[in-house]
């Protein structure tokens, strides 16, 4: 299960996302519909329409970014399928990863940058990383076509925090 929203917030340092939402309602548009095991594709079809006026796509998974999963684990991660579809409806994506344990941290960076990029979701934005445990990153991903200055804001944001700073992975 992981939810998409629209909007700005806080990154919340202890990941208690629950009490930055209740703080943070007025700006963010939340779609919280389950995943269907058979039907993701009418979820992400659901999403799309509800995020309609919206430019920037928070997902928020509980596993993160892979490429292919199958069977019921696949609604815990963000597939690259709805990365494209996000990108094709010109949204710029933003979703969250934790750090791998058994890696090293701009190994682990590469890693999931080179799948991004095997799949045709590349991107070039800096990685907003949150020093709490577990290290949690930001991923940003926009459409070539969005003229949106995204590195400025990231740089911006990571400024007006001291346990976040900026990867350049790229």
């Not at 998409?4 to 519909?33: H, M, P, T, W």
């Not at 344990?101 to 990383?129: E, W």
């Not at 949690?136 to 911006?156: A, G, R, Y």
Request: hydrophobic share 35%; net charge positive; proline share 3%.
């Amino acid at each position: 299960f992981f939810q998409a929203e629209a909007g700005i917030r806080d990154f919340c340092l202890s990941r208690g996302l629950g009490d930055v939402y209740k703080r943070q309602k007025q700006y963010i548009n939340f779609f919280n519909e389950p995943i269907k095991f058979n039907n993701r594709k009418k979820w992400l079809e659901q999403s799309l329409y509800h995020h309609r006026d919206e430019q920037i796509i928070f997902l928020d998974p509980d596993n993160g970014f892979v490429i292919n999963k199958t069977g019921k684990k696949s609604m815990k991660y963000v597939l690259a399928e709805d990365c494209k579809t996000y990108l094709q409806n010109n949204k710029i994506i933003i979703f969250c990863q934790f750090q791998s344990f058994r890696k090293k941290t701009f190994d682990h960076l590469k890693y999931i940058f080179k799948k991004l990029n095997d799949c045709d979701v590349a991107t070039s934005l800096p990685v907003i990383r949150n020093r709490t445990g577990p290290n949690t990153f930001f991923i940003s991903i926009k459409p070539k076509q969005v003229k949106i200055n995204l590195d400025k804001i990231l740089e911006k944001y990571s400024l007006q925090y001291n346990k976040v700073e900026l990867i350049n992975v790229v």
